[in-house]
């Protein structure tokens, strides 16, 4: 069966070591790698979970700086805790939030990426 999924691209300068941050800080790993010719910019696939990105050097993919949400089964306030001992760069801190528990972090590009545990309501 398939399954809809939303692929955000995340632009990065060097795609090689931003997978590299975004396997030892946040636990992703990667699932494709594609370049239309050898010296044309890279994008690599990666997910955690149902969590899907596309690490992309290519300058029409978007620009560097966006704000990528993603809600988590995980317990937020350990991840946040393992990311912070993998070197990840904190840049919000856990708090509690009308739809979440979340906290935010800056990859090595500047895009921030923040992790909640949605909140149940009644």
Same mark, same amino acid.
């Given at each position: 069966?398939? *399954? @809809? +999924?939303?692929?955000?691209? +995340?632009? %990065?300068?060097?795609?090689?070591? *931003? &997978?590299? =941050? ?5 636990? =992703?790993?990667? %699932? *494709? #790698? ?9 994008? +690599? ?5 149902? &969590?899907?990105? &596309?690490?992309? @050097? ?5 620009? =560097? ?10 317990? %937020?306030? #350990? =991840? ?9 760069? +904190?840049?919000? @801190? ?10 935010? &972090? ?13 909140? %149940?309501?009644?």
């Amino acid at each position: 069966m398939n *399954s @809809e +999924i939303c692929m955000p691209c +995340i632009r %990065v300068k060097d795609a090689y070591a *931003s &997978l590299g =941050f975004y396997e030892r800080c946040l636990g =992703f790993h990667k %699932v *494709s #790698e594609h370049r239309f010719a050898p010296e044309l910019p890279l994008c +690599i696939g990666i997910e955690r979970g149902d &969590l899907r990105f &596309l690490l992309t @050097e290519h300058p029409g993919d978007g620009a =560097f700086g966006i704000c990528v949400y993603c809600y988590i089964k995980d317990d %937020v306030d #350990e =991840f946040c805790r393992r990311c912070r001992e993998a070197g990840a760069r +904190i840049t919000q @801190e856990l708090e509690d939030m009308p739809w979440a528990r979340d906290f935010g &972090l800056k990859d090595l590009d500047g895009n921030m990426i923040r992790f909640g545990n949605r909140k %149940v309501t009644s």
